[in-house]
């Protein structure tokens, strides 16, 4: 397998996840548009639209199928006759559409730790002396070891 087989196996997978995040987005829109009309009818202000979160989402099923494609293997794929398996892509576009949710809420864990001023979401609660053995500890070290971060629970 040469670099340029790899370049195109790699980029191959990213259209396939992205066509995969595409179909989770068209979901997406169609019960945000039933949201919005719910919205309407009671009388509340509709939900804006984000476009930036759309095309992030849709990077982030490129992301997972170039992946995907990198661990299923390229070859494989593609077979000896360099005719794509049809089960095989759809297996790529399925991984760009649940891939992209499980890189998003890893991305979420991390990101939602903390408050745009930079302080805990979860503040410990203060100990009231009666709950001391269970307590877990207020200090830990993130996963670089580069600082301490208060504990989430």
Do not use: C, H, W
Request: no cysteine; net charge negative; aromatic share 6%.
């Amino acid at each position: 397998m040469t670099v340029t087989d790899i370049i195109n196996n790699v980029l191959a997978g990213g259209m396939l996840g992205a066509i995969g995040q595409g179909i989770r987005v068209a979901v997406g829109l169609k019960k945000f548009n039933e949201g919005n009309t719910a919205n309407a009818i009671k009388g509340k202000d509709p939900e804006e639209f984000s476009s930036s979160r759309m095309v992030i989402s849709i990077f982030i099923g490129f992301v997972a199928g170039s992946i995907g494609m990198l661990v299923q293997g390229g070859d494989e794929i593609a077979g000896t006759k360099k005719n794509y398996d049809t089960q095989a892509i759809v297996t790529i576009i399925a991984i760009g559409y649940s891939g992209a949710d499980f890189i998003e809420g890893i991305f979420n864990t991390y990101i939602n730790k903390f408050k745009p001023s930079g302080q805990p979401v979860n503040k410990p609660a203060a100990s009231t002396g009666n709950n001391a053995a269970n307590e877990q500890p207020t200090e830990l070290p993130d996963e670089a070891g580069l600082s301490n971060t208060p504990a989430q629970g």
